[in-house]
Nanobody, 125 residues
Framework: QVQLVESGGGLVQAGGSLRLSCAAS????????MGWFRQAPGQELEFAAG????????YYADSVKGRFTISRDNAKNMVYLQMNSLRPEDTAVYYC??????????????????WGQGTQVTVSS
């Protein structure tokens, strides 16, 4: 069992930046690909970014490519999402998720094994 806790969300103006963090605990000695997902009000949950277990391969949704950067520090059991040039349409609850796999699923799926509780990101215009 793996527990995931997100932090770093908040209110930011359009064009600003936020850095989300995800702390993993529990059985973290297995290989997990990690992903960030988001759900806007009234919208379905969607994939934003993913990273393989080693951190050597990343994958982004077209909507965030070039603005968001996912990274991880396995020694600290942490995953990050650096979000730059934020737009009002990035407003959503952001979730961290872990998948028992070395690689990120392509195309991305919602079939992740563990999920955090989410952190709210609000971008004002």
């Amino acid at each position: 069992q793996v527990q995931l806790v997100e932090s770093g969300g908040g209110l930011v103006q359009a064009g600003g930046s936020l850095r989300l963090s995800c702390a993993a605990s529990g059985r973290t000695n297995s290989m997990y690909a990690m992903g960030w997902f988001r759900q806007a009000p009234g919208q379905e949950l969607e994939f934003a970014a993913g990273i393989n277990w080693s951190g050597g391969s990343t994958y982004y949704a077209d909507s965030v490519k070039g603005r968001f950067t996912i990274s991880r520090d396995n020694a600290k059991n942490m995953v990050y999402l650096q979000m730059n040039s934020l737009r009002p349409e990035d407003t959503a609850v952001y979730y961290c998720a872990a998948q028992r796999s070395y690689s990120v699923s392509r195309p991305p799926s919602l079939g992740y094994d563990y999920w955090g509780q989410g952190t709210q990101v609000t971008v004002s215009s």
